[in-house]
């Protein structure tokens, strides 16, 4: 008889225990949002706020909305926290209890220092209404997210493992075009928030590496689920003041897709990560239908690539109008 979900997830809770330590970082001595902004209790502070600043306004455009972009996704961790908190087997509630609780609430406190950050260096900034981004934050919690799911811890964790990549890449290369742009700053902390990001990634690659090994058929059919309904993206809701749930995320779209930092090639390379790193191809000892499932999955990286080449979007230059831009013309500095 197969183990249940929440049979499997009791089993794993002893090796969560011991991985902890090594899969994320003591609160007192992990960087923190302050270590990357300047002290506004010294003289010197005021100063290299202006330095922000000036760096800030080197960014293009396109580049700076993305940032944005990611900002609002990253904000929105109190809806990302609920999917894990309410799987089965998982118990947020207070001291350990279980390991996956402890996991959620230790990376949580990891997740919480991302918003806050790109949030405290775009407030600085003086580059965007930061109204408009705030409600638009707002709007994102109050809308939510639809991620296929099912509450499931299996489809979860392909979920999270996707997604804490397809974040990394993001923030990996709005740090590059930073770079380009001479905002060292800005290079550096989304730097340093791509790095949690990859290590976040590799805990939920290994949470459902350990499922794979424990109960195989059944997370293989989770996995070809999660790929037939596709990966959505967590802020595919998204929208600014006055506009329909997710208008606001095809537009930050259309930025991520232009400028490279986000694009179609990185779903299928991620996907092909994933597939590699789990081993898909080389399980044996499958189930009829679980051998399927295997086939299906191992043939997809091939036919996106094929489908992208094939309806590959014309891009065009026209500028791209966020509301968290509107901001009056900056006064002589
Ligand atoms: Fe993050
Ligand atoms: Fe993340």
Redesign the pocket.
Known sequence: MRPSRLEVMKHLEPFIADQIPVLLRDPETNWQPSDFTPDLATDAGMEEVRALQAEAREVPDDIFNVLVGDMIT?EALPTYASWIATLEGVDVSGEPRTAWGAWNRGWCGE?NR?GDLLNRYLYLSGRVNMREVEVTVQNLIHDGGDTGNENDPYRTFVYTSFQEIA?RVSHLNVAKGALNSGAERLHQLCSR?AG??HRHARAYKLFFQKILEVDTDEALFALQDMMKKKITMPAMYMRERGADPGDTFRKFEVVARRTGINTPYDYVEILEHLMADWKIADISNLSGAAAKAQDYLCGLPDRYRKIIDRFKPVEDDDPVVFKWMDIPAPASR
């Open positions: 990253e997740e991302h974040t928030i949690d990001e």
